[in-house]
DNA sequence: GACTGGCGGGG
DNA sequence: GTGTACGCCAGTC
């Protein structure tokens, strides 16, 4: 049995015969450092949990399923331990096949786990986390054995028995960033009619090239004979730079449905991933991703969106905020005529198509680092984490910490449990509007993470709301008056402890740390878990998630509210005034009272 | 206010 | 793919 080392990079499944079987994309460490790896695990098997009404009978109901295995475990389920049958399943689309059925027989009263994705069970069951190291045991096996078809240079391996999480640093990836130009006289692009005119690549490893069917004198123009070979060239550069991250902006939406379609138009075979395998386009509900496998396709467009508070996200105004030098720009509208007159304004073009491209390696460098470490925190792909609003992050961070501790994740709403809680809103933080005028000597006061705060120091959390309970055994919420428990530890309140205890830790280390770079990383790990700890709040609030719960929001805004208020009387005791609060601080004037007695 | 429809980015 | 998910603002009544 040999040993293989890498990065996981991302994971997906396929179908062999009628099996699933777990992809782990990774980079080899050790030995063959920098070769691509796809690890194959042939035995994870699906399953779901089913909460039973009346238990004999409905283990006779689902025996009468072509199902792998049913079996009893036991399972807190918030805060109460419950019986459950585990259903283990043949393959991952049993689910969606067999769960309403099951959902629907008499013996059953719910089921539960039935809605998490193959490639995410496994990463939760196994412990291993994309963006870290994962140690394998197996053998390498022959690429004629395996149903899809690979670059000669990729490593296949078959594991056997568990792939391991080793400890690690932060990984060093290859990126590289793309831009296409295209000749749309009239309005928007239309993949039918308009050509690609120029495609451009920058890596974070010093590539810079445009490919274009002009010529020009400028060294970084490769020029080719038709947009075919343009597309193909393009897809030939990808494979041989063999990048871990390609980057685009509004890449989702705009140049690989774009790339696609002339592709498809002009018979180029779009072979980019690392198993030979085209561009996966997915709807995520209002938004297209775009997927390459074994690469990870990240659109900057969203993260900016994210990360940013601005007015408008073009990359012009993303690049202004983040390195304040304005950009080279080519107005839309008038690229076809840049590109038609030739000369000055095609060399100004194909400056700038080259432009959007470092401009795209240049911000990933500086903002990836986050979403890299948020990756790592959360355990699922970066691909997933790029396109994820935080919230969505929180509820995939605590899925594993409740598989961890050993907790049933509770469904997502029904439409019908959606729509009642779409009606319910939880009052927000003390707003006092501000006094108008030009205050001195002005002071200000904020708590530190209010709302993670309370939720420990209350144990504010699903499990431990109670409906009535002696005073001295629980914390009762003003205004609102829900109670929770003050033991045990409630899964919010402890998963938020980790957090904050785990970034103090990091804070510290952070401080004593000499070298920048280790300083540098320290930081943004400890940025994502401020991230983290503050998010956490929504999950009680917002509507889709799984652990929501409004007493649980409103509680929190409320002791919230009575901190604030309470800790506002107290300056004004000590002779300030307060012109202008917002739920977790406020500004302050000095009143002199010597002064004002004059 | 309550509701609906459109839009963001990209060329 | 163990799919189908935003959030804001302008315009209308």
């Known amino acids: 049995m040999e040993s293989r080392k890498f990065v996981l990079l991302d994971i997906d499944y396929i179908t062999e015969g009628d099996k699933a079987v777990i992809r782990m994309f990774g980079r080899l460490e050790g030995d063959e450092e920098g ?18 009404l009346d ?19 036991r399972i807190n389920y918030l805060g109460e331990m419950k019986d459950f049958l585990k259903v283990t399943l043949h393959h991952p689309q049993d689910v969606p096949k067999l769960r309403d059925k099951i959902r629907n027989l008499g013996s059953v009263k719910d089921i539960l ?4 994705p193959f490639y995410r069970r496994y990463l939760i069951d196994k412990n291993i986390f994309p963006m870290g190291q994962v140690l394998v045991n197996g053998k390498c096996v022959d690429s004629a054995s395996i149903s899809f078809s690979c670059d000669t240079d990729v490593c296949i391996f078959e594991l056997e028995g568990k792939p391991k999480q080793v400890e690690s640093g932060f990984p060093d990836l290859k990126t590289l960033s793309f831009d296409i130009e295209v000749r749309n006289p009239k309005g928007m692009p239309q993949a039918e009619e308009d050509p690609i005119i120029m495609m451009s690549l920058s890596s974070n490893q010093g590539l810079k090239k445009v490919l274009s069917t002009k010529s020009s004198d400028l060294e970084f123009v490769e020029t080719l004979k038709t947009e075919a070979h343009i597309i193909q060239r393009f897809f ?34 779009p072979n980019l991933g690392v198993d030979g395998s085209g561009i996966k386009f997915m709807r995520r509900g209002y938004a297209n991703s775009a997927l390459v496998k074994g690469r990870i396709h990240v659109d900057l467009y969203l993260l900016m969106r994210r990360y940013l508070q601005l007015d408008r996200y073009t990359l012009e105004r993303v690049y202004k905020e983040l390195f304040d030098e304005a950009k080279e720009d080519v107005p839309g509208d008038e690229i076809y005529q840049y590109w038609d007159e030739g000369g000055e304004k095609l060399k100004k073009l194909f400056e700038y198509s080259l432009d959007d491209a470092v401009a795209v390696t240049k911000i990933a460098e500086k903002m990836l680092p986050l979403s890299m470490e948020l990756t790592r925190i959360v355990g699922q792909p970066f691909f997933d984490i790029a396109r994820m609003a935080t919230g969505q992050m929180v509820e995939w961070y605590l899925i594993r910490k409740a598989h961890e501790i050993g907790d049933m994740v509770p469904n997502k709403p029904s439409s019908s449990q959606y729509s009642e809680r779409r009606g319910k809103k939880a009052a927000g933080g003390y707003v006092k509007d501000p006094v108008k005028g030009l205050h001195e000597n002005i002071v200000s006061f904020d708590f530190r993470s209010l709302y993670p705060s309370i939720i420990i120091s209350k144990n504010v959390s699903p499990d431990t709301l109670v409906l009535e309970c002696d005073d001295d055994d629980c914390y009762t919420a003003p205004e609102v008056g829900h109670k929770f428990l003050k033991k045990p530890i409630g899964f919010v309140p402890s998963i938020i402890g980790n957090i904050l205890e785990e970034r103090v830790r990091l804070k510290t280390a952070m401080k004593m740390a000499e070298n920048p770079r280790e300083k540098q990383v320290l930081d943004v790990q400890q940025q994502a878990l401020k991230r983290l700890a503050n998010s956490m709040y929504g999950v009680y609030g917002y509507s889709r998630f799984r652990w929501y719960r409004i007493e649980c929001a409103e509680a929190v805004t409320a002791w919230g509210r009575d901190f604030i208020k309470k800790t506002m009387e107290k300056a004004e005791n000590f002779g300030f005034k307060a012109i202008y609060a917002d739920t977790d601080g406020f500004y302050a004037t000095f009143v002199d009272q010597e002064t004002e007695s004059e």
Do not use: T
């Open 35 to 52: 070769q691509s790896i796809i690890v194959l695990d042939k035995n994870f098997k699906p399953y779901i949990y089913v909460l039973p």
């Open 55 to 73: 238990p004999e009978q409905c283990m006779a109901d689902l025996n009468e399923f072509d199902i792998e295995m049913v079996g009893w475990v």
């Open 113 to 116: 786990e039935h809605d998490i």
């Open 236 to 269: 030939e550069i990808v494979r041989s730079e063999n990048p871990d991250i390609l980057l685009g902006y509004n890449s989702d939406n705009f140049d690989m449905p774009y790339i696609r379609d002339r592709a498809a138009k002009l018979n180029v075979k």
